[in-house]
C-alpha cells in the first residue's frame, strides 16, 4: 500500500492535531481557528482574558509539540514577559568578544526570539512600553536592525498572552493597544465561564478522575512548510480582491458608527494598508484551511464565500453569537461584560455588512467597466486612422495604458481595452506607411 502524497498527509496530520486539541480544550473553537490560521499564513496572535482560562496551556500544547522531523524538538523561544525585562532577554544577550574586540555591541541572535520559528510570550502587557514597541516592530520586520547591521530572524508566528482584558489596556495605553492591533492578524477574547453546561461538567470530570491532557497527533515544522507553499499559491480573482476592498471599507465605517452604542468601545482592528494586505494573506490560508477540513477537491482559488473567513481577522475572536448571548446572561464583572458585548457588537456588524457586500459584488462587472470608459478609448482610437492628432493619440496612450496596467480587477472588462490599444497601433502603421512621422 502506497503513502499519500506529501502534501496529503501534512494536511491529515494538521487536522488530526487540532481536533486532538479541540477534544482537549473546549470552548476554544475560535481560538484555535486563529491560530491555525496565523500558522498556516506566518502571522502572529495575541490572546486575552482573565487567569484560568487555558490560555498558556493552549499556546504550549500548540507551538511546543510542532516539531522538526531531523532533530525531533520544537523550534520555540518561550519568555514571561515581566516589568523587569529586558530586550536583550528577547533578542539575545550582547556577543561579548564582538564588544571587547571591536567595540562594536552585537547580539547572540539565534539565542532569542529571532533565533526560533515559533514564539510564545506570556503576560506580555506587563512589559514596559518601549520593550513591547521593540517586540512589535522585531514580529513585524522579522529582522534586528543594529545600526549597519541587518540581522534576519527565522520566527513565522508568535503567540502572545495576557490576564489583562483588552479595555484594560487600551485605558493604560491606547497608541500601544492600537501599534498592536495594526501589526497583528489575530486577537482573541477567552471568556471566564463555558457556555455550555457539559463543557464545564466533562472538565470537572477529569480533575476528578486525575486525567491529564493525552496529547500524541504530531506535526512537523516540514509538514507545516507544505501548507504554507500552498498558502503562497492560492490564486485570489478579481470579484474577491474586489470583495475585500468593499468589506474592509464598509466594515470601518459601520465599526466606526458602533461608537456611539456602546460606552469607550474602540474597533478592535486598526484599518490601514498593511492591514488590507494581512486580510489577503489571512483569506487565502482559510482557503486552504478549508481544504484540509471541509473540501480536500476544492481548487486553491478563493471565491466570494471565503470572504466570511475574514472575520476571523477583523473581529475580536470570541465565543459564537449563541454562546456570547449566554455568557452575558451570567457574567457578573463589569469587565467580562463589556468584552463580550464587543465581541457581540462586532459580530453583528460584520455579518450585516457582509450580507450588503456580497449583493453589491454582482454588479461588480458593470461598474468597473463604466468607470473604465473603454468604449470611448476604442472610439477615440479609430478615429486616428481618419483624422490623426499626435496630442489625441499622445493621450489616450497614457489613458489605455494607465488602464491595461495593472488591468482590470475583472478579465472580461480588459478585452476592450485591448482593442482599443490595437486600434492605436494600427493608426500609428498606417501613419507609417504613408511616410509620416
Known sequence: MTSPPPYLQAAQSFRRFFGELRETYLERETLFTQIELALLCREHVLVVGPPGTAKSAVASAVLGRITDETSGLPSLFSKQIAESTLQTDLIGPVDFKVLTET?????????GM????????????????????SILNVMYERELKHGRKVTAGRTECVVMTSNRYLTEVLARSPELLLAF??????????????????????????FV????????????????DLLQDAVAQVKVPGNVLEGVEMLTDALERSLVAQVSKLPDYVPTKYFSQRSVVKAL?????????????????????????DLDALRWFFLLGGPPAAEADALLKAAVDPRERAQLEIVRLEQRTFDEVLGKVRQELGGGVEREATTLAAADDVTAAEALSRNWQAGVVSSTARGVLGK????????????????????????????????MA
Open 114 to 133: 529571532l533565533g526560533s520559528v515559533h514564539a510564545f510570550l506570556d503576560e506580555v502587557f506587563d512589559g514596559r512600553d518601549m520593550l513591547l514597541r
Open 181 to 206: 492591533a495594526d501589526r497583528l492578524s489575530f486577537i482573541c477574547f477567552v471568556p471566564k465561564a463555558f457556555a455550555r453546561r457539559e463543557s464545564r461538567a466533562a472538565m470537572l470530570h477529569r
Open 281 to 305: 494573506w489571512t483569506l487565502k490560508a482559510a482557503v486552504v484551511r478549508d481544504q484540509i477540513y471541509r473540501r480536500p477537491d476544492r481548487p486553491l482559488e478563493a471565491t466570494v464565500e
Open 404 to 435: 491595461l496596467v495593472p488591468g482590470p480587477r475583472h478579465g472580461q472588462n480588459r478585452a476592450p481595452l485591448l482593442v482599443a490599444a490595437r486600434a492605436l497601433v494600427a493608426a500609428l502603421e498606417q501613419r507609417l506607411s504613408r511616410g
Open 103 to 111: 567595540g562594536r555591541t552585537e547580539y547572540l541572535t539565534d539565542e
Open 209 to 224: 478522575h486525575g486525567t491529564r491532557p493525552d496529547l500524541h497527533a504530531t506535526l512537523t515544522l516540514q509538514q507545516l
